[in-house]
């Protein structure tokens, strides 16, 4: 397995310019995650999904899109880029398995994409 | 909304001291996680604590959750220079939307 890849590993937009980050995980997990990263920030979540066809917004959404058609891939889109979004933007995928009548998950990382916005 | 705080944000240590971080949930936890970056690396999950009270171990790690289920720790006995990284915590909420908040991180800094 691959577990979670991320492409691509680093990208520098110009402001106004848009993208895609592309993620996909190979495990068949259902929730899928994507973070951002910045110094003294820890990981702040952007958006998420639960399964195919479902998506939700953490905690910054402002300025992204998320679509997740398949199980697999979950793209991130910059609708039109900003030198605030300049940042280490890290995938992630878990499931759910239920454990002694608690709901546990895990969180497994892709290598995360290194984006500067000028 | 859940906020989860992480303190201190660094510490520098000398190699064969302890080292202790601190999660603190502004509101209850279902479950807690701790996670390591190496420095230019990813997250990598460590552990995860779901009961009231919980100690886990991990060889030098040992890792707490509050009675109250809103605060968590992270102990490294006698660090190594290979403990350098950041530690990270994340909490879950009630809910299961596999939505996790991450605090701040603390990053730690080991003289050799």
């Known amino acids: 397995n691959a577990g979670v890849t991320q492409t691509p590993k680093f990208q520098v937009l110009k402001t106004g310019q848009s993208m895609t980050l592309q993620c996909a995980q190979d495990m068949n997990h259902e929730y899928m995650s994507w973070y951002r990263q910045d110094p003294g920030m820890g990981l702040r979540l952007i958006h998420y999904?639960?399964?195919?066809?479902?998506?939700d917004q953490g905690e910054v959404p402002n300025g992204y899109n998320v679509s997740r058609s398949t199980t697999e891939d979950f793209p991130l889109r910059l609708l039109s880029a900003a030198p605030s979004q300049t940042s280490v933007y890290f995938c992630?995928?878990?499931?759910?398995?239920?454990?002694?009548?608690?709901?546990?998950?895990?969180?497994?990382f892709g290598p995360g994409t290194r984006l500067t916005v000028l | 909304g859940q906020q989860v705080m992480q303190i201190p944000q660094y510490q520098h240590v000398q190699e064969g001291e302890d080292f202790t971080t601190y999660c603190n949930s502004s509101?209850?936890?279902?479950?807690i996680q701790w996670y390591k970056q190496r420095p230019g690396g990813h997250p990598v999950f460590l552990i995860q604590l779901v009961k009231s009270g919980e100690v886990k171990k991990q060889k030098r790690l040992t890792f707490q959750f509050g009675e109250a289920k809103k605060n968590s720790s992270l102990h490294i006995t006698a660090t190594q220079t290979t403990d350098v990284g950041t530690y990270f915590c994340a909490g879950k909420g009630s809910s299961n939307t596999g939505k996790l908040i991450f605090g701040q991180g603390t990053t730690l800094q080991v003289k050799p």
């Open positions: 992630a995928s878990s499931y759910s398995p239920r454990t002694g009548g608690a709901w546990t998950d895990t969180q497994y």
């Open positions: 509101t209850t936890l279902s479950n």
């Open positions: 999904s639960v399964g195919a066809g479902i998506t």
